[in-house]
């Protein structure tokens, strides 16, 4: 007999049959943004032939204006999602404030945050970008979500997830049971289950970080990276280097081969350039649902209490052995 075919519809309601008294709104949410990414996936899969079909900012053959892929992804999401009644507020890296559901449909319970391109200077290179996503129950009691909603701390979230849009289009989510991944088979446009309770390696052998940045860098991390360079069989170093420049995508990587993805605060950016709710909170949820860790230096990131919408974070996130080998260096440099 052939392998059950299970599609991540199908996934994402056994799981939820699983919680008694389940409503189902939330299998409604993550179908409808299945949907959206599937849009994404379409108009991604057409970049390089922009200038074909038309130029950015210009009208294209249609007579449509083309959109940069940042800002179509942002709408296709918000309007695959602003109707379902599920939703009571979004809010996304391309919005400088809270995005609330139009007047006349229903108010839900679910929040949703997003960074609906990931790594968009990778675009035009056809190179692997993504799509993130994390999920809140809301905290205000009814009506129109608020920035509060939007500002949980990441050990809230009930759900996250990302797209990679790579050699083939993966989606990994989490609902706090573990870390499941379903590649896109485009010839019948289904998300089907191809990697099930994803674990990531205790310890790993590659590292990934924008090494040209290391002149900024503070002690501690210099140090971490040169010791990661060094001879020693014992503790598989050195290690690789490998950086994509799309957190995804270097993320589902370390996810699924181990090792440490960081971005650091250093002298010019000292919160580093990642932000906290749409891209270290979800990642961080997934990674530690897969036996990894994430941290920012100091402590836990699904440990931080956000005070902005959009703030950085310093991030460390990957298998469990190296991020704690990785604050070990970080603590001596406070220590000296
Ligand atoms: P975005 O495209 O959503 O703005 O995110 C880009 C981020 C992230 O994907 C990646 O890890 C990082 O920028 C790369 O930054 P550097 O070019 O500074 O290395
Ligand atoms: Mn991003
Ligand atoms: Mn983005």
Redesign the pocket.
């Known amino acids: 007999m052939s392998n059950k075919v299970i599609t991540i519809e199908r996934h994402i309601i056994d799981g939820e049959r699983q919680h008694p008294g389940a409503t189902g709104n939330f299998s409604a949410v993550l179908r409808d943004l299945t949907l959206a990414i599937k849009v994404i996936w379409r108009e991604v899969s057409k970049a390089g032939l922009v200038n074909i079909l038309g130029v950015v900012g210009k009208e294209n053959i249609h007579g449509d204006v083309v959109k940069k892929l ?1 800002v179509f992804a942002d709408e296709a999401i918000y309007k695959a999602m602003d109707h379902g009644g599920h939703l009571c507020v979004m809010a996304s ?1 391309e919005n400088e404030d809270v995005l609330h559901i139009p007047d006349d449909y229903p108010k839900g319970k679910y929040v949703l945050l997003f ?1 609906p ?5 990778n675009i035009d290179a056809n190179v692997s970008i993504g799509t993130i996503f994390s999920i809140y129950r809301r905290v205000s009691n009814s009506g129109k979500g608020t920035l509060a909603d939007c500002t949980q701390p990441g050990y809230k979230q009930i759900a996250a997830g990302y797209v990679v849009y790579g050699s083939s289009t993966m989606m990994v989510y989490t609902t706090g049971d573990g870390v499941h991944g379903f590649t896109l088979d485009p010839s019948i446009g289904e998300f089907l289950l191809s990697h099930e309770n994803i674990r990531v390696p205790k310890r790993g052998r590659i590292y990934s970080v ?1 090494e040209g ?1 290391y002149r900024y860098w503070d002690e501690g991390v210099k140090k971490y990276i040169k010791y990661l360079q060094e001879e020693d069989k014992g503790t598989s170093r050195p290690y690789s280097a490998r ?1 994509i ?4 995508a ?1 993320i589902h990587r370390t996810l699924l081969y181990g090792g440490i993805f960081l ?1 650091p605060g250093d002298t010019r950016y000292p919160k580093g ?2 932000r906290l709710m749409y ?1 270290a909170n979800p990642l961080a949820f997934i990674m530690e649902q897969a036996g990894g860790a994430a941290s920012n230096g100091d402590q836990r990131i699904l440990d931080v209490i956000p005070s902005t919408l959009h703030q950085k974070t310093p991030l460390f996130i990957g298998s469990e052995e190296d991020v704690a080998l990785c604050k070990e260096f970080l603590q001596a440099r406070t220590a000296r």
Not at 117 to 121: I, Q, R
């Open positions: 940042d890296e960074d391109l990931d790594g968009s200077s924008n940045n950086y420049g799309s957190m995804v270097d971005y350039k990642l891209e």
